[in-house]
């Protein structure tokens, strides 16, 4: 019954709308349209300037406001930063009908807990695709092998089978295998591979230009510092403890 049902929505035109038109979200945009499982992509963001650019080099084919992008859509995904999707889930799950919603944050826990208070909660699917590079924004979309990742799936028996296997059916679209964890076993393995690196090496970085007394920067740790600091000091505060160099060896060990 759920294949089917499944099935029922790939046989018309599959629109999908993508929260946050970035880094993930505008390469997540160009792997579904290049693997044929999307065929009209909306685009909603608040920069406005972002928008321009994703419609200049055809990423997406529509922006839109929040509320006509969910209400246009079968699949919502939510590709903004962790503290941005916390602010907009609300507002996107009480105004859902038949239409499923997804998330590709790199932090569960809270959010789930956020999610599993309000309505409509079996047509969310938490994700987190193992994906994305050193760079941010819509300028550095990729596409190819970094899509092809793992994604892990959290929390999965508070979603509807109808609403997993949609979404299951978008991530085996771009070759990727899945994975199966809880909240906090996501969490956990997401700060052993990738959380923990960006933070040490933040502390390092501090730490050499504090004992070598000078502000050069250092070109060669690029590819593991370049992202945003204030990014991964959002994702640190989701463990719930402040960013800081003193705590790094324990915030992630939950």
């Avoid at 406001?65 to 009480?94: H, N, R, S």
């Avoid at 050069?216 to 640190?236: E, Q, Y």
Wanted: hydrophobic fraction near 40%; glycine fraction near 6%.
């Amino acid at each position: 019954m759920t294949s089917q049902i499944v099935f029922n929505y790939m046989k018309s035109k599959m629109t999908i709308t993508i929260i946050g038109v970035g880094h993930i979200g505008g390469s997540m945009t160009i792997s579904l349209k290049e693997s044929g499982f999307a065929d009209h992509i909306i685009g909603v963001d608040a920069s406005r300037d972002s928008l321009d650019k994703a419609l200049r080099r055809r990423i997406i084919d529509e922006a839109c406001g929040l509320e006509e992008g969910v209400a246009k859509t079968y699949l919502v995904i939510v590709a903004t930063p962790v503290d941005v999707a916390m602010e907009v889930l609300p507002q996107i799950l009480p105004q859902i009908k038949n239409q499923v919603v997804m998330d590709v944050g790199s932090t569960k826990q809270q959010l789930l807990q956020l999610v599993d208070g309000l309505p409509n909660r079996p047509q969310f699917v938490a994700t987190h695709p193992m994906a994305g590079t050193e760079h941010s924004g819509i300028e550095a979309p990729f596409r190819g092998s970094s899509m092809e990742n793992t994604p892990s799936f959290a929390k999965r028996k508070k979603s509807s089978p109808v609403a997993v296997a949609l979404v299951e059916k978008m991530y085996q679209s771009l070759n990727m295998k899945i994975a199966r964890l809880n909240g906090q076993e996501h969490d956990v393995h997401t700060a052993y591979v990738s959380h923990i690196s960006h933070i040490s090496s933040f502390a390092l970085a501090l730490t050499v230009l504090e004992k070598s007394g000078t502000n050069r920067r250092f070109s060669s740790w690029r590819a593991v510092v370049l992202p945003p600091r204030c990014a991964w000091r959002k994702a640190h505060r989701r463990c719930g403890r402040p960013f800081s160099a003193k705590t790094v060896t324990t915030c992630w060990m939950f």
